[in-house]
């Protein structure tokens, strides 16, 4: 049989390949293993009305026109109008026409009669049809023959079928095949918007093992630790539905696999608009972020109405945010759920969050059985607390298993405790990898408690950094104390501040007596920890910043900080506080300061009242209060007390 290569060759070459692939292509990808998209016809022009173009060929068929009989009755199988297309399909697919052979498989196929679908199918891919080459291939992946459906994919493909392109790179995918991509480029590259947003993928993922390595894992999101024994307070939601930024970005410029998901988003793919949102999202474009979650929600993407929501919720417009929660969380987004579950516990709004946590949980979202823990854990609702923690600890939620662990050792089960603790920190949590430093320190295990310390602090904890930091102190090695310090301090630990402040202090040499005209250093940097510290309610730290202002002639400063740590019950802020206020000629109130901090334990502050009292001539007083400075010493404050008690008691019975 002779095919002729007239205008029926034009129904699959011209405007058609590329409407094809625009518009059927999505009708393939969303419906896989339909092949009515296959069907070959010719792309009128837009002013031609249908009926008309019907009519046309109509008259030309019945004059025994070739291509309008091929034509028609690709028109009418379009339309579905099966038993009308066929005696034209078949008409023309006598008279040789491959595009007819082709279309006469499609409306057999839909029929139902596959193996005599193939058999036209096969007519027309050899006499060059790609979008047959396509179909036949498509028909023996069916039926499980890899081997056939590669070699008529790849017929269509080398023809550039975008769609045959794609259907061999899926194939080849499937196996593992590095050849996949050639094919998934190709299928992109004709606008194929499935095959953009899968070579995107490809892309990401290989430039993420790239810098990454093989063995990386990819970075956790960590909560800090608290410095007690307790979990993770926040409910777990993630921040976005999307991925993180592709590689390339740092410099400026644009990945590539950021430019596929942006062409693929841009025909309307709606899990690319997720993607690229993300992109945006992470590198800080937040609006054209928002535009894309947009898109893609509106199309009924669940995970970009869900990260559209946190979006909404950083920019202050929580209203908005919840009504693209409820609408992600009413598409079974968990995510979603679990974030108005946080919101309505955040507005007091308990039974409401419990709804919304068990709907997560529901939906599949772990996260949810460990919030309903932290929420009932909130309401002192231990047991409950403990169900939810014990049923996301064993799907594997890594601060489910911290947090049961410490609800167990509060409990006062040390042994049960252990083993989830492990299993959460084995898993990544930070927080549990403290909270075993914690148990072992507990037992004096000093050894495994460091092991455990050191691992939370190369992660980031800020307490773990401190004890880490506090061993080294102890063991002598100041290079390292400072190192662990210094990351603890700025974390944000106000005792990891002052002990930092105190090794650079100890390093500091003696400034001497300060000479005319020479200006003293303003603030040494031990001076700056000292007063983040103290900034931070460190009583000894503001102390101390106190005694620094003092010697560089600050009175007004010293004074604000041993106030402030005075009233806070530092006995030794009250006891300088005295100090100053005597020299300033305030012996009142120095009086009332020191009354303070001897009563808090101060034996210097005893010692100063007792001297008080004896130049008032109030000598049982003053004996009294040398009673209390001996108790209290130190040694030579004692020794002093106890002369002047001595001589007062010779004035009282002389």
């Not at 669940?302 to 929660?325: I, M, P, T």
């Amino acid at each position: 049989m002779v095919f002729m290569g007239d205008r029926a060759t034009l129904l699959e070459t011209g405007r058609f390949v590329q409407r094809h692939a625009r518009n059927a292509a999505d009708e393939i990808i969303e419906a896989v293993g339909a092949v009515d998209a296959a069907v070959d016809t010719a792309a009128e022009t837009d002013a031609e009305n249908e009926t008309e173009t019907e009519a046309r060929h109509r008259r030309a068929a019945e004059r025994g026109d070739l291509a309008s009989m091929s034509a028609l009755g690709a028109l009418l199988l379009r339309r579905g109008d099966l038993d009308a297309a066929e005696p034209f399909l078949r008409g023309a697919t006598a008279e040789g026409d491959r595009a007819a052979a082709n279309n006469l498989g499609v409306l057999l196929h839909q029929r139902g009669y596959a193996d005599e679908a193939a058999g036209w199918w096969r007519v027309a891919a050899v006499a060059g049809s790609a979008p047959a080459a396509h179909a036949l291939g498509r028909h023996h992946r069916e039926r499980g023959d890899e081997p056939a459906a590669e070699y008529w994919l790849r017929q269509a493909a080398e023809q550039g079928h975008a769609l045959g392109a794609y259907a061999l790179a899926d194939l080849l995918e499937h196996r593992s095949d590095v050849g996949a991509e050639r094919w998934l480029r190709a299928a992109a590259e004709q606008g194929h918007r499935e095959a953009a947003y899968r070579l995107a993928l490809a892309l990401e993922r290989r430039a993420t093992e790239t810098t990454r390595g093989p063995h990386d894992t990819g970075t956790r999101l960590r909560v800090p630790g608290t410095g007690a024994l307790v979990p993770t307070g926040a409910p777990a939601v993630a921040l976005t539905g999307g991925p993180g930024p592709a590689v390339g970005e740092a410099a400026g410029e644009p990945s590539e696999a950021e430019q596929w998901f942006r062409q693929a988003a841009a025909r309307g793919h709606r899990r690319a608009a997720l993607h690229l949102g993300a992109i945006l999202e992470h590198r800080g474009e937040l609006k054209e972020a928002g535009r894309w979650y947009l898109s893609s929600a509106k199309e009924g993407e669940a995970k970009a109405a869900c990260a559209l929501g946190f979006l909404l919720r950083d920019a202050g417009d929580e209203e908005s945010a919840a009504v693209w929660w409820l609408r992600a969380a009413q598409d079974g987004d968990g995510n979603a759920a679990n974030a108005l579950g946080a919101l309505h516990a955040a507005r007091g709004e308990q039974q409401t969050a419990e709804r919304w946590y068990r709907a997560a949980m529901d939906a599949g979202d772990v996260n949810g059985a460990y919030n309903l823990g932290l929420l009932c854990a909130a309401q002192d609702r231990i047991p409950q607390a403990e169900q939810w923690y014990r049923r996301a600890a064993y799907a594997g939620h890594r601060e489910a298993a911290n947090a049961l662990a410490v609800l167990l050792l509060q409990a006062g089960d040390a042994n049960g405790a252990e083993p989830w603790f492990s299993k959460a920190a084995e898993a990544g949590s930070v927080d549990a990898a403290f909270n075993l430093g914690i148990l072992h320190a507990g037992r004096d295990d000093d050894r495994t408690a460091l092991v455990w310390y050191e691992r939370a602090a190369a992660a980031g904890h800020t307490e773990a950094a401190l004890q880490v930091g506090i061993a080294a102190l102890r063991d002598g090695d100041e290079r390292t104390a400072e190192r662990h310090l210094r990351c603890a301090a700025g974390g944000g630990s106000a005792e990891a501040a002052f002990r930092l402040a105190s090794v650079l202090d100890a390093r500091r040499p003696d400034p001497g007596p300060a000479v005319l005209g020479v200006p003293r250093e303003e603030k040494s940097e031990c001076e700056e920890w000292y007063e983040r510290a103290a900034q931070q309610g460190h009583r000894r730290a503001q102390v101390r910043v106190g005694m620094l202002a003092a010697g560089r002639g600050d009175l007004a400063e010293a004074d604000r900080w041993y106030r402030e740590a005075a009233e806070a019950g530092s006995r030794n802020g009250a006891f300088n506080l005295g100090l100053l206020l005597a020299r300033e000629g305030s012996e009142r109130e120095a009086s009332l300061w020191w009354t303070r901090a001897a009563r808090a334990g101060h034996g210097r502050a005893a010692l100063r009242l007792a001297l008080l009292a004896a130049r008032r001539g109030e000598l049982t007083e003053g004996r009294r209060w040398c009673a209390r400075a001996v108790e209290l010493g130190p040694a030579e404050v004692a020794e002093r007390a106890a002369r002047l008690s001595e001589a007062l008691h010779q004035e009282l019975t002389a």
